[in-house]
């Protein structure tokens, strides 16, 4: 989102396009995992360690905050998709969800999109108009923070062989 954002400002994507496009892309994500908690969420969260202390920890903050959780759960790393199936396997309302759902993805799209945005205004006035560069630049920056979240994983499989 924040490479869409950054993209935006430099006029090679439509704002408009990217917002519906970025909404609908997680709300289908996301009501495909609440569906699938319906059908079976207990079950499969509960399979496995990770997804189990993920279930709990989902569990607390639906009970602790209830719809406001939605919105939490947008903007916490890595745990979208237990939450999801948490609402769907606990008879959360269809209708309450993809009504809240919907609301919590406008802000989370408007709030990447915007940071995107300033990022690449921030970026023009320190590199000025040399927007042959930004390409290459956006490149080196998402090859980092690749390696930065890919490389524990890597490491600690290495480790187990």
Known sequence: ?????????????????????????AFLHEIIYFFVGRWKGRQFLLRNKHTRKEY??????????????????R???GMRMIPMMLMGATGFGTVKFV??????????????LSVGYFFGK????????A???YFIAVGVIIFF?????IYPRIAEKIKKE
């Open 131 to 133: 927007k042959e560069y």
């Open 145 to 149: 923070l690749f390696l930065i979240l």
């Open 75 to 77: 903007f916490l790393y």
């Open 1 to 25: 989102m924040l490479v869409v954002g950054f993209f935006i400002k430099l006029k090679l994507l439509n704002p408009y396009v990217s917002l519906v496009s970025a909404m609908a892309g």
């Open 99 to 112: 009504f809240f759902n919907l609301i919590s993805l406008f802000f989370w799209a408007v709030i990447y």
């Open 56 to 73: 709990m920890r989902a569990k607390k903050l639906l009970q602790k905050y209830g719809v406001l959780s939605i919105f939490i759960i």
């Open 122 to 129: 921030a970026a023009e006035h320190f590199f000025g108009e």
